[in-house]
């Protein structure tokens, strides 16, 4: 394999570290390129950046920064800014759960998105929690072993969520839907030393959805958590009664 290797907390953050190492101990993985943003760009989803010139830097061992989001940081790897043809995508491992409603704002699903979009294979990965990161590397390395010999469709991105314990403590693996969250939390009002309003974001919402079946149940019950995304956002069941209502107008 030839791994195009990203993430959204940026290149230094313990979670691509860790997986970056854990990749490059694997035997089939042939060669090994991380390009992630040069800074944290959590919550970037899906955005490209058009209106100002991107600019990579080379580190040490096949290991790139951009001052760019996600996104643009797989764009480039695959299309043509280096000298690389990668296999597949991963992007991780993202401090902090990616899990329900969270894969609409997420820069580490969007890695994996974009990675689909230009036709390679795709994985998120993310832990939940800010500790175990060396869990989260093994987990994604053992899936890994045989997921090529997996007949999965190619529009596929797995998004992967692992608890934040010892890989003694992980209880197993389970293939889950998403969950939902409430409405996050009402934004934070400051005020700046000059006297002028700012804001901060508020927390997500907890979960709402989080029933058997949904990666957050399986997450809170010690298991890892599998889901299979796709990007068509079409809203089939409305087809029929949107075409009645516009043949009326």
Request: charged fraction near 20%.
């Given at each position: 394999?030839?791994?195009?290797?990203?993430?959204?907390?940026?290149?230094?953050?313990?979670?691509?570290?860790?997986?970056?190492?854990?990749?490059?101990?694997?035997?089939?993985?042939?060669?090994?390129?991380?390009?992630?943003?040069?800074?944290?760009?959590?919550?970037?989803?899906?955005?490209?950046?058009?209106?100002?010139?991107?600019?990579?830097?080379?580190?040490?061992?096949?290991?790139?920064s951009v001052n760019g989001t996600p996104t643009d940081c797989v764009h480039l790897g695959i299309n043509g800014a280096i000298a690389y043809k990668a296999d597949m995508v991963i992007?991780?491992?993202?401090?902090?759960?990616?899990?329900?409603?969270?894969?609409?704002?997420?820069?580490?699903?969007?890695?994996?998105?974009?990675?689909?979009?230009?036709?390679?294979?795709?994985?998120?990965?993310?832990?939940?929690?800010?500790?175990?990161?060396?869990?989260?590397?093994?987990?994604?390395?053992?899936?890994?072993?045989?997921?090529?010999?997996?007949?999965?469709?190619?529009?596929?991105?797995?998004?992967?969520?692992?608890?934040?314990?010892?890989?003694?403590?992980?209880?197993?693996?389970?293939?889950?839907?998403?969950?939902?969250?409430?409405?996050?939390?009402?934004?934070?009002?400051?005020?700046?030393?000059?006297?002028?309003?700012?804001?901060?974001?508020?927390?997500?919402?907890?979960?709402?959805?989080?029933?058997?079946?949904?990666?957050?149940?399986?997450?809170?019950?010690?298991?890892?958590?599998?889901?299979?995304?796709?990007?068509?956002?079409?809203?089939?069941?409305?087809?029929?009664?949107?075409?009645?209502?516009v043949a009326t107008k």
């Amino acid at each position: 394999m030839r791994i195009l290797l990203s993430n959204d907390d940026g290149y230094l953050a313990p979670g691509i570290r860790a997986l970056y190492k854990a990749l490059k101990e694997l035997e089939a993985v042939k060669e090994l390129v991380m390009i992630a943003p040069d800074r944290n760009r959590s919550a970037a989803s899906n955005s490209l950046t058009l209106v100002d010139p991107l600019r990579i830097h080379a580190h040490e061992d096949q290991i790139f920064s951009v001052n760019g989001t996600p996104t643009d940081c797989v764009h480039l790897g695959i299309n043509g800014a280096i000298a690389y043809k990668a296999d597949m995508v991963i992007s991780g491992v993202n401090e902090g759960a990616n899990m329900g409603d969270d894969v609409l704002y997420s820069g580490t699903v969007a890695a994996a998105t974009e990675g689909r979009f230009l036709g390679k294979p795709s994985i998120a990965v993310s832990l939940c929690g800010n500790q175990h990161f060396a869990t989260a590397a093994q987990i994604l390395v053992h899936l890994l072993d045989d997921l090529h010999m997996q007949d999965l469709d190619k529009n596929t991105i797995i998004n992967i969520n692992v608890p934040d314990l010892p890989l003694s403590q992980i209880k197993g693996i389970k293939v889950t839907r998403l969950g939902k969250r409430h409405a996050s939390e009402p934004v934070v009002k400051a005020v700046d030393p000059r006297g002028g309003q700012m804001f901060w974001i508020g927390p997500a919402g907890s979960a709402a959805d989080a029933g058997e079946g949904t990666d957050f149940h399986a997450v809170e019950a010690g298991y890892v958590s599998v889901t299979p995304l796709q990007i068509d956002l079409t809203h089939y069941a409305m087809l029929e009664k949107m075409n009645s209502w516009v043949a009326t107008k």
